[in-house]
């Protein structure tokens, strides 16, 4: 039997303040890359819960999602040498940055979070950890929103499963 094929899901935060967006700048087997907070969702996890943790866990900062950006699906770099061939699909997501915890200690290899424009951060494409992360801004500069609702998260997502 062949195996099936699966994309990896992520989650990912567009978080604007004063005309800038939040990244991160974080280490990767490509050097020191940029991306917005972003991860793999969890099990049992709602995508934007998802997202709410890692922004957490990367930024140091509380999120409170408001809008689903979009959803998207790419194919990692070529990494032959590692036999790496992965396809991610992101739900991307706008919303409401809240307190930093002080003395937080951010995920492995995120080196620092910045702000950048978005003309810095279209100056920086080489160094994209993903090839989403200006395709999520574009979107999210030119005003797309959908209600958070659109992802239906049913009751069965959050209960463990049954051991046999």
């Not at 991306?35 to 709602?46: K, R, Y």
């Not at 950048?116 to 999520?136: G, N, Y």
Request: net charge negative; glycine share 8%; proline share 7%.
């Amino acid at each position: 039997m062949a195996k099936r094929w699966k994309p990896n899901v992520t989650v990912a935060a567009v978080i604007e303040q004063d005309g800038r967006l939040l990244l991160v700048e974080e280490h990767t087997p490509d050097g020191l890359m940029l991306n917005t907070p972003a991860g793999h969702l969890d099990p049992g996890e709602s995508p934007a819960e998802g997202c709410i943790r890692e922004t957490l866990e990367e930024t140091a900062h509380h999120f409170t999602p408001t809008a689903l950006i979009g959803i998207y699906m790419a194919r990692s770099r070529p990494q032959a040498e590692r036999g790496e061939d992965v396809t991610y699909m992101r739900f991307a997501f706008t919303g409401v940055l809240g307190a930093r915890e002080e003395g937080r200690a951010l995920d492995e290899g995120i080196v620092r979070t910045l702000w950048m424009t978005p003309d810095e951060i279209r100056a920086s494409v080489v160094r994209h950890r993903s090839p989403l992360l200006l395709q999520c801004v574009d979107d999210y500069l030119a005003g797309q929103r959908h209600p958070l609702d659109l992802i239906h998260v049913d009751e069965s997502v959050k209960t463990p499963p049954v051991k046999r």
